[in-house]
């Protein structure tokens, strides 16, 4: 959409910069600054594609998980977000449960070790209801007391949703939303939604040798996005540094080097 | 009750007798320990109620929350212990008004309204207004002033005071069984002709040890201030209490908001000279009928800042009913610790702060057990070695692991069993290559392990033989698995544990 209207008038396009910037709510503020601070995904591909080069800070993300079974990719890809914020900003994490949806089971912390992230630096809710982790979340935004706040619930509403936008805009912190797919689609307010779907690991190396599960990989479909476009990435997850890659040309190869000579 | 003859019975040895009468009743000649049968022939028209243990107990407690007004440190005080235990004769020697007491420790707190007498005068009055008549005393050692309590003249009133040094001289004329003594000792004294205090005074102290026991003396230690006797266990200085009273009961909730942030300020203001936060704080409003409506606000670390305490108390006391009003609040630091420098406010705003800030609002809130942190522990079996335990509280003895190996990203707890749909070989060293997990079928393609996990035979709930497996099936997810085989090595059970990202 911002492409389309890259040669407009520059009248235009200098109320379309008011207008996000008053979007993001720092009007009183800073009121000639107008990059806002992002978080790069660290995959070139995908920061491009984002309006603002990367994940905007001050805005709400939602992950959701089409199946149950991809609850642990989608959490994952939430930590990997997490992880590189707490590797730039000093503090803490917020993590916030309701207690009804751990199915896929509690967070385990020499888990969240294998994905950087150290224990003492993140604080774990668990609630009963959505409401409170929803109210949770936005308290803690508005607090401005730790650098990210995550939110597992069943069901957001688009109030809901919009109060946390508004509070992640206020606070220019970050606010993630993890939530069950398949249990019918729901509007919200979040400048992007993703959905996270568990693929087929890749294996290298020894690995490939053993049959061991290699580095996980998932679909991450940016399925909305305020300001941008939608688009569909396969992403590799590297157990060694824990960065992110894009894996879309590994996936879809055959398992066995394609032998020019017999298809010749 | 109070205009006429009225008098509490107990059961002993199958009679009736009287255990309590009130001042009318000692008017007309009853006694407490007399038969009610003789108490009816003195006195027809003498009231009796049986003695209720329980509920007498539950209104005590009563009266000792309504009590914390003038003082935070308030207990109950024991009956007179052998009352109603032996004979008669050895009741009648434990003279005088018994019954439960209760102690104030009223260190720093008299100032507060206007002195020692009128802070009694006030107790007094207020208990008669509720419908009990009391006694009180204050004196510089519990013995005296239990003592007194009980045993002194009435000249000046239902209360009295022992000023500073002045004890002796107040005990002096008090009956041996202001003591606390067993009834036996008692009558003994009274057999050798010794019935007041003073008499006992005038005695060479190693004669009293040798005939009548060490308790004697302690307890006439005690009373005069020769051994100190504390109240309540904790170490105190002059308590953080704050108070106000209106003369007008208040009710409405701006009302209370505003009380609170009065108390507040009054309450930082005294930490900020001592340098001193609290890390848990009462707030109590007393209702004109007698009840009290109490709430409670900690911290995890000390805080000596009015805005977060209020922040704290705002959602606490939304729900407060006033009932016929509230004629006093009181505000008492009950935990406090030193402020580290970098907490007062002249550092201003820092995000670790705020942070400890928001993580006390959600412990007020929803409670210390939902509010917690990821930790390692010191174990191999995996649900041991990571847990999520209370942010607050004491800090876990852990050594922390630098090192961990692939490990899910979720765990499942306790792990679920799962069916392995085809055999496995309890000497095979794979998963099996179909298993079903919540009614679902998953091929696996891809497995990682065994890592064997030994049992940790010197925890009480072992756990035993395991080893896992990562397995990634045929859509992809992927699985933390283990076999547990008992010592015998003759049942193995699959179970999956965790989930890989």
Not at chain 1, 16 to 38: D, K, L, M, S, Y
Not at chain 1, 116 to 141: F, H, N, Q, T
């Amino acid at each position: 959409m911002t492409s389309r209207h890259n040669h407009s008038h520059p009248v235009i396009s200098d109320l379309r910069a008011r207008i996000a910037h008053i979007e993001r709510g720092n009007r009183e503020t800073q009121p000639e600054t107008n990059t806002p601070t992002i978080l790069k995904i660290g995959i070139q591909v995908l920061d491009s594609h984002l309006p603002d080069g990367g994940l905007t800070l001050g805005a709400l993300h939602e992950v959701t998980t089409p199946k149950p079974a991809d609850t642990a990719a989608a959490t994952s890809f939430c930590l990997s977000l997490l992880s590189s914020l707490l590797r730039s900003y000093k503090g803490m994490a917020l993590w916030c449960h309701n207690i009804n949806m751990l199915d896929a089971g509690e967070v385990y912390p020499p888990g969240l070790i294998h994905h950087g992230i150290a224990p003492e630096r993140l604080v774990i809710l668990k609630l009963k209801r959505d409401e409170d982790v929803l109210w949770s979340m936005e308290e803690a935004l508005r607090s401005k007391g730790p650098v990210c706040v995550l939110g597992e619930v069943a069901y957001a509403s688009l109030t809901a949703t919009r109060r946390l936008q508004l509070a992640a805009q206020y606070a220019d912190l970050p606010a993630l939303i993890l939530r069950p797919g398949w249990q019918g689609e729901q509007n919200s307010a979040a400048s992007t939604r993703w959905r996270i779907t568990t693929q087929k690991s890749r294996q290298l190396g020894l690995a490939k040798t053993l049959n061991e599960p290699g580095n996980p990989c998932w679909q991450a479909e940016l399925y909305r996005c305020r300001r941008g476009a939608p688009g569909i990435w396969k992403v590799e997850w590297h157990n060694e540094t824990g960065d992110l890659s894009l894996a879309a040309s590994v996936i879809d190869r055959p398992s066995k080097p394609f032998n020019t000579d017999v298809a010749g | 009750m109070r205009d006429r003859a009225f008098a509490l019975t107990i059961e002993r040895h199958s009679q009736a007798i009287l255990f309590a009468t009130n001042a009318i009743a000692e008017q007309v000649g009853l006694k407490p320990g007399m038969r009610l049968a003789d108490a009816r022939a003195i006195f027809p028209g003498l009231k009796t109620e049986a003695k209720q243990t329980k509920e007498d107990e539950a209104i005590l407690e009563k009266i000792r929350n309504w009590c914390s007004r003038y003082s935070p440190w308030t207990s109950i005080g024991e009956e007179k212990d052998d009352w109603g235990k032996g004979t008669a004769e050895q009741d009648q020697a434990l003279e005088g008004p018994g019954g439960a007491g209760i102690w104030l420790d009223a260190t720093g707190c008299t100032h507060l309204f206007g002195g020692e007498e009128a802070m009694l005068a006030d107790l007094t009055k207020k208990t008669n207004q509720l419908g009990f008549s009391s006694r009180a005393a204050m004196a510089e050692t519990k013995g005296a002033a239990w003592a007194l309590a009980r045993y002194h003249p009435n000249d000046k009133g239902n209360w009295t005071t022992a000023p500073l040094g002045e004890v002796r001289q107040h005990l002096i004329p008090l009956p041996v069984s202001a003591l606390r003594l067993s009834s036996n000792t008692i009558l003994k004294l009274h057999s050798v002709g010794l019935r007041t205090i003073g008499d006992l005074l005038l005695l060479p102290r190693s004669t009293l040890a040798v005939r009548y026991g060490e308790t004697l003396l302690e307890r006439l230690d005690s009373a005069i201030g020769n051994i100190s006797e504390p109240i309540s266990t904790q170490k105190y200085k002059e308590p953080l209490y704050v108070r106000l009273t209106f003369s007008e009961p208040i009710g409405r909730r701006e009302d209370i908001k505003a009380t609170l942030e009065k108390l507040l300020l009054l309450l930082c203001k005294r930490m900020e000279d001592r340098g001193i936060g609290t890390r848990r704080s009462v707030f109590t409003l007393y209702r004109t009928d007698g009840s009290i409506e109490r709430r409670l606000a900690k911290t995890a670390q000390p805080v000596c800042d009015n805005v977060i305490l209020q922040q704290l108390f705002s959602e606490l006391i939304d729900d407060i009913d006033a009932g016929f009003g509230i004629e006093e609040a009181t505000l008492f630091a009950d935990r406090t610790e030193a402020l580290s420098p970098h907490q007062t406010k002249l550092i201003g705003h820092n995000s670790n702060r705020d942070f400890s800030t928001l993580i006390d609002q959600l412990v007020n809130r929803f409670g210390p057990e939902n509010v917690l942190r990821p930790r390692l522990a010191e174990s191999h079996i995996p649900e041991r070695a990571g847990i999520l335990s209370p942010i607050v509280g004491p800090p876990l003895n852990i050594h922390i692991q630098k090192k961990v190996a692939n490990r899910p990203i979720r765990l499942l707890r306790p792990p679920e069993e799962i069916e392995a749909v085809t055999i496995v070989s309890k000497f095979s060293f794979e998963p099996p290559p179909i298993f079903r997990w919540r009614r679902q079928l998953h091929k696996v393609v891809m497995s990682e392990g065994p890592e064997r996990i030994a049992p940790e035979w010197w925890q009480e709930e072992n756990t035993g033989t395991r080893d896992y497996f990562q397995v990634e099936d045929k859509k992809g997810q992927r699985f933390w698995l283990f076999r547990e085989t008992d010592d015998e090595q003759t049942i193995q059970r699959w179970y999956v544990q965790g989930l890989f990202s």
